[in-house]
């Protein structure tokens, strides 16, 4: 298996920074249908950039899994690479805001590239190493269905705080 990992994980990177980039532009390409809002970035905000990450990451992490069989950790280190990346997005993003002040699109698009380039490095060197121990990987999927369903309802549902604010428009979610 680990011969076969960091092949694998380089899949990973281009499909989901591809698969991201495409779902940028997919709710404004299907004059914003309501089908596909709730897996596209349907505004600027910070929010519907993570969702960019997790959902073409979903994909082929379930493509994956029906190719490393025979490690017990799997869903854990899935979980720990999302996780990261998500996380990346936000904390580059505000920290940048917060000296700059600005938002150039050029450095929200290197954001989004170097947070899937994390979550795969991170995947990538917890599963050559196997020091993970996943005891209960139903939990691991469980987060990870959560955050899916998370993304899927605060399309609908907006909070609004500033994570979910467009930049552009002032507006959250749909509305924006």
């Not at 694998?8 to 495409?22: D, I, K, N, W």
């Not at 990261?84 to 505000?94: M, R």
């Not at 190493?129 to 959560?146: N, V």
Request: aromatic share 18%.
């Amino acid at each position: 298996m680990k011969n076969n990992v960091p092949t694998l994980q380089f899949f990973g990177f281009a499909f989901t920074s591809l698969g991201g980039t495409l779902l940028h532009f997919l709710y404004d390409w299907t004059n914003e249908s309501i089908i596909i809002a709730p897996f596209s970035g349907v505004n600027e905000s910070t929010w519907e950039h993570m969702k960019l990450l997790f959902f073409p990451w979903l994909i082929f992490t379930l493509a994956e899994s029906l190719f490393i069989k025979d490690s017990d950790n799997y869903w854990c280190v899935k979980l720990i690479g999302i996780l990261s990346g998500l996380t990346t997005i936000p904390a580059l993003f505000y920290a940048y805001n917060g000296v700059i002040g600005s938002s150039p699109d050029w450095l929200n698009i290197a954001i989004f590239f170097v947070a899937a380039a994390i979550t795969f490095y991170v995947e990538t060197r917890l599963l050559n190493k196997e020091t993970i121990k996943c005891r209960r990987p139903y939990i691991a999927i469980g987060i990870i269905c959560l955050i899916g369903a998370l993304f899927i309802v605060f399309t609908f549902f907006t909070p609004q705080l500033n994570i979910f604010k467009d930049p552009l428009s002032g507006s959250y979610g749909l509305s924006a």
